[in-house]
């Protein structure tokens, strides 16, 4: 159904014409006829004409629905400026009375409410067409559903005839049949089973056809049923077009109610121009008064003057206004400007104070480092006074009995033999002592004893020696390296390097350093001379039970070295790898305990023991913890941590294997995680229980000491800042020296660089790389292959150097598997 009509304004809302109360139709207020001033001579039968084209118009295009109000409203001020004004202005008193300004605005609208109430009948005879096309097209859609219901009921009709013919059919056909039965049964038995063979096969055949119709006949029921009920929607909506007829009477009704109105309209414009003749008896009195008209027209043109200059003044009121309030604006915005420029004054104030602030800490820090720096600096040149003295006494003393020709390897093998005297208990702690003093200082006494006693047996050579020994000062201090690697022979990063590297330098230095290792299956043994085991075992405390170590001992690059291997059934330095195990943090506190447990049998006195990254940062809490109470106090524990990346944290109850208290450990002062609270850190154990910590470099301990770079030991680090210092790592000149370098193709020096060029040339054969230009630059890179590392930058340097036209050479390896 079609959304119905809009609701037509019937008369009574049309708009008043005049006052129904007080005066007659034709008549305005004040007593003044509206007669006169309806026609005019020359043109009142063209403004009538006007009214009736009007009415027309709005007819023809009612049926093409093309008229608008707005035509129509031009229509009716048309005929207001045709018709009534010229004659309002002519005649402008009757029965010689003045007419006012207000009561021709109320003739005037009068008039202007009579021609609305004309264009509201147009527009409701143009809706009412509208509803009546709608319901004639909504009229014809039903018609044709009719049609075709018909043509259904029809179809259905002619179906049920057939049926009922069938039907007839098969009645007639079962009075057959039962006229058949009776004749079958006069006949004899005989015939009557044969006949019963014969019509059997007809029988079934006419049950079949009789349950075929039945069938049908279902079927037709059922679609009979189904025209019912649209018989019945059909009626439904018969009723709704009979409504509509309804609706369509009631809008005919008010259609000609309309047309009746506006004929009444048309008939009073009539009487009105039948009247027109007694407008000609006001001509006289019309000369009169429109002298009057032209002199109130002069005081109109004055006061038009006086109001155009009252408006030029207002104007120019309004044009000062609006400067006013564009400048008020503009006075707004400055104070905006400026209260905003006041915040970002006290802002810059604030951060002015803040970089102050910043300065003073900078500067107090400054201070504070350069105050430590030149303590560090005056000990150092302390010592170092000290050390030159001690040199030159001892010098003094034994000028005539210290030799220094012989290798570094020849005194180390001296030691190493004295300390396994000791160990197998063949000579006293005491007398070890003191031979190892004279080896220390390179005694010729002891060099010339060794040498007699080559063709002597051990008992003659430990006779020998015992007779040479003495009680003379040490010349310098007795250092002890506590490491998981050195260089060569175990070496994974540059940790190796620096225990070799300065062991040899404090060799030189007349010093006597010793390292103790792992023994760990995946060695480089032929980097070790004269390795070979102690007859001795050295028993360490681990889980509650006591395991027995086998010590072996050689030279690496000149230096004494003791090599520790644990007889503990889960082999742990067995494993092919030096780190990345899943029980390292059992694995190196082992090896902690069990180097100072032979530090503590083989009678040791060192000045210092130096422990290297987390690995072994569990010397520190032992030796205070567990060893200086048995005897061993001799030393001061100096740690240094490479790579505070890593700090080897785990559970606390861990820590009890080794023999430290867990508990009492597990503490914020001591070696509690200081991000996770039920673990132990190896590392801030080392920095608490340590005389003195050190890093790599002085600008890598100003890092680790903020948040970002410290991993969560930044705290405990500045907390300890008054022990903590960073000290450059420098290289070995004797094993990086390309004028003694035999890997090199061409040794070359400062001096002599041509062998430079010789070497890059060869590389790039052994590499396939190309050297049609010589020029190329080739840039070498050997690191391990670590996020600390920066491996991000190492990337963005081989890309680069590639664009600019360079070559790249990069020897690494990586324990993260994506990065590998």
Not at 158 to 164: F, W, Y
Request: hydrophobic content about 35%; overall charge negative; charged content about 25%.
């Amino acid at each position: 159904m079609s959304k119905p009509p809009e609701r037509i304004p019937t008369s009574a809302e049309l708009l008043p014409i005049r006052d129904e109360e007080s005066e007659p139709e034709n008549s305005f207020p004040n007593g003044v006829d509206v007669e006169p001033f309806v026609n005019h001579e020359t043109s009142g039968k063209d403004d009538v004409n006007t009214v009736i084209d009007v009415e027309n118009i709005a007819e023809q295009n009612s049926g093409t629905l093309s008229a608008s109000a707005g035509d129509v409203e031009r229509t009716s001020e048309q005929i207001i400026n045709g018709l009534v004004l010229p004659s309002v202005t002519k005649a402008l008193a009757i029965n010689g009375e003045q007419l006012s300004s207000m009561q021709l605005e109320d003739l005037v609208g009068m008039i202007k409410n009579a021609e609305r109430n004309i264009l509201v009948l147009n527009q409701a005879r143009v809706h009412a067409l509208e509803d009546i096309h709608k319901v004639l097209d909504e009229k014809e859609t039903l018609q044709g559903e009719i049609n075709i219901l018909e043509m259904r009921l029809a179809e259905a009709d002619a179906r049920i005839k057939v049926a009922s013919q069938g039907k007839i059919h098969v009645e007639f056909l079962e009075s057959q049949l039962e006229m058949l039965r009776n004749e079958l049964t006069d006949r004899g038995e005989l015939e009557l089973h044969e006949n019963q063979k014969k019509f059997s096969n007809e029988e079934l055949l006419s049950t079949h056809d009789d349950h075929s119709l039945n069938k049908e006949v279902d079927s037709l029921r059922t679609e009979n049923l189904a025209l019912k009920n649209d018989i019945q929607a059909l009626k439904s909506m018969i009723s709704n077009v009979k409504n509509t007829d309804e609706r369509m009477a009631t809008l005919e009704n008010e259609c000609s109610f309309l047309g009746s109105s506006v004929k009444e309209l048309e008939s009073k414009l009539l009487v009105s121009q039948q009247d027109s003749p007694k407008i000609s008896t006001l001509k006289v009195e019309y000369q009169e008064l429109w002298e009057k008209v032209e002199n109130l027209q002069q005081l109109f043109d004055t006061a038009t003057k006086q109001a155009d200059q009252a408006t030029l003044v207002l104007q120019q009121n309004q044009d000062l206004r609006k400067k006013v309030d564009k400048l008020e604006k503009s006075l707004e915005e400055v104070n905006v400007l400026k209260v905003s420029s006041d915040k970002m004054q006290q802002s810059n104030e604030l951060i002015q104070k803040k970089i102050k602030l910043l300065e003073e800490r900078l500067q107090k820090s400054d201070q504070e480092i350069y105050s430590f720096v030149q303590l560090y600096q005056e000990s150092l040149e302390a010592f170092q006074d000290t050390l030159n003295s001690l040199k030159e006494e001892s010098k003094k003393r034994t000028s005539d009995a210290l030799v220094d020709d012989m290798p570094r390897e020849f005194w180390s093998r001296l030691l190493l033999t004295i300390d396994g005297w000791v160990l197998e208990k063949k000579i006293s702690n005491s007398d070890a002592k003191l031979l190892r003093e004279l080896v220390w200082k390179k005694d010729r006494c002891i060099r010339d004893a060794h040498i007699a006693c080559k063709e002597k047996n051990e008992r003659e050579v430990i006779s020998t020696f015992l007779r040479l020994a003495s009680s003379q000062a040490s010349p310098g201090l007795y250092i002890v390296h506590i490491a998981a690697e050195m260089a060569p022979v175990a070496k994974v990063g540059g940790l190796g390097d620096v225990v070799t590297g300065l062991g040899k330098t404090l060799q030189k230095k007349g010093h006597l350093v010793e390292i103790i290792l792992p023994k760990y299956d995946c060695m480089q043994y032929d980097g070790i001379y004269d390795l070979r085991a102690l007859d001795v075992t050295v028993e360490s405390y681990f889980d509650g039970k006591l395991f027995q170590n086998k010590i072996w001992v050689g030279t690496v690059e000149g230096l004494p070295v003791y090599f520790i291997e644990p007889h503990h059934p889960n082999k742990f330095f067995w494993r092919g790898q030096y780190y990345g195990e899943h029980d390292d943090f059992k694995r190196f506190s082992f090896f902690s305990r069990a180097a100072l447990e032979f530090l503590l049998q083989a009678g040791k006195k060192p000045d210092i023991i130096h422990c290297h990254d987390w690995q072994t940062a569990f010397v520190a809490p032992l030796y205070w913890d567990l060893y200086a109470p048995k005897g061993l106090n001799s030393a001061r524990i100096c740690f240094t941590c490479h790579n505070f990346e890593y700090q080897g944290t785990a559970s606390a109850s861990e820590l009890a294997s080794c023999g430290l208290d867990a508990q009492e450990l597990n503490r914020p002062d001591r070696m509690q995680d200081n991000t996770a609270h039920d673990s132990v850190n190896p590392v801030k154990g080392a920095i608490v229980f340590s005389n003195i910590v050190t890093t790599v470099s002085p600008t890598y301990a100003q890092e680790v000491r903020t948040a970002e770079g410290g991993k969560g030991l930044h705290s405990t680090l500045n907390s300890h800042s008054r022990k903590f210092m960073g000290i450059l790592n420098g290289i070995d000149t004797d094993a990086w020296n390309p004028a003694t370098d035999n890997f090199l193709k061409v040794q070359y020096s400062a001096n002599d660089m041509q062998g430079k060029a010789e070497n890059k040339a060869a590389m790039r054969r052994n590499l396939g790389l190309s050297s049609a230009d010589d020029q190329r630059p080739l840039v070498g890179c050997i690191t391990r292959l670590v996020p600390q590392k920066g491996v991000h930058l190492i990337k963005h340097a081989i890309y680069r150097t590639l664009e600019m036209g360079g070559q790249f050479v990069l020897l690494g390896s990586s324990p993260v598997l994506h990065i590998q």
